[in-house]
């Protein structure tokens, strides 16, 4: 048998890397997988206004390069690799991956969430750019401006509210006739005289001529197209949990989010699941943070009771 890690973590973004700097500075023995850069879903945030400590914000890169390196001060390694398939059951867990087998005695699972996109033409591109899928991280740009929120569920109905009391003008796009949200958004949203509902209707096109100019949409039934200008795009209309390649080992919820509550911990013993891809209320960089530091905690107790 090869070199057995203490802990090994799937994922550099901020719940990764502060299991990473916590276990390290426990002096346990960690490497973390990450398969493009260090930060995630946060590295596509330019400015963060809500992490304590930057009174002038900080950009997502920055800030994950940050947190890569405090990690790494205290000893933890970073792999760049794409896990491919995991072996979680016993006292020793094997994470299989592009650049080889790893072995550790406990395992974070902090694979993230990736926003579902509209799947049109420029889209990628544009993200960041005027189109976005964070109304939390990205609404402060358009104080006072006119901006399209694509979706009618909760995030979205949620992401509206919060964009009424900043823009000048919110335009709530929806594919249905009536919004999929829960009653408790309904009244707050009715109430705000800056929301107008566009039903019945989905995003063909985004309208954009060296910057995002608004958005070509279609009614579902009679495939009437017309134009809604606007300064910028949050697309709210879910996101993906990346736990396929989980296989159905550990415990997920109806929504594919690995099961696991503030203790982090899964189903399985010495797997724990923090930030965006376990169940939680508020999938933010602070709360991933927090998840990072408990399921290092509990890793640490878990490989003393187990050695």
Request: proline residues 2%; aromatic residues 8%.
């Amino acid at each position: 048998m090869g070199h057995i890690y203490d802990m090994i973590i799937i994922g550099g973004g901020p719940g990764g890397y502060t299991a990473a700097l916590y276990a390290a500075r426990a002096g346990l023995d960690t490497v973390l997988t990450e398969r493009m850069s260090a930060g995630g879903q946060m590295t596509l945030t330019g400015d963060i206004d809500n992490y304590p400590g930057f009174e002038e914000g900080v950009d997502g890169f920055t800030l994950g390069m940050k947190m890569q390196a405090g990690a790494e001060r205290f000893g933890a390694k970073t792999e760049y690799a794409e896990v491919t398939s995991l072996e979680l059951e016993g006292r020793v867990k094997k994470v299989i991956t592009t650049s080889g087998e790893y072995l550790a005695r406990t395992v974070v699972l902090s694979m993230g969430a990736n926003p579902r996109m509209l799947g049109l033409s420029l889209e990628s591109e544009l993200t960041g750019r005027g189109v976005h899928y964070c109304a939390h991280c990205d609404g402060r740009f358009y104080k006072d401006k006119t901006v399209v929120v694509v979706g009618g569920g909760n995030s979205a109905v949620s992401d509206a509210l919060y964009l009424s009391r900043l823009a000048k003008k919110v335009y709530l796009v929806h594919r249905r006739d009536t919004l999929r949200a829960t009653k408790i958004y309904h009244e707050p949203l009715m109430r705000a005289e800056n929301v107008e509902f566009v039903y019945n209707s989905i995003v063909s096109e985004f309208i954009y001529d060296g910057k995002i100019k608004g958005v070509k949409v279609e009614h579902v039934n009679t495939k009437e197209e017309k134009i809604i200008e606007a300064d910028g795009i949050f697309v709210s209309i879910g996101r993906k949990p990346a736990t396929d390649i989980l296989g159905g080992a550990v415990s997920l919820d109806e929504s594919g989010y690995i099961i696991a509550d503030e203790s982090t911990k899964t189903n399985i013993d010495g797997v724990y699941a923090v930030g965006d891809i376990r169940t939680k209320v508020l999938r933010q960089v602070v709360t991933a943070v927090a998840d990072g530091a408990v399921a290092a905690h509990f890793a640490e107790e878990y490989i003393t009771e187990n050695s």
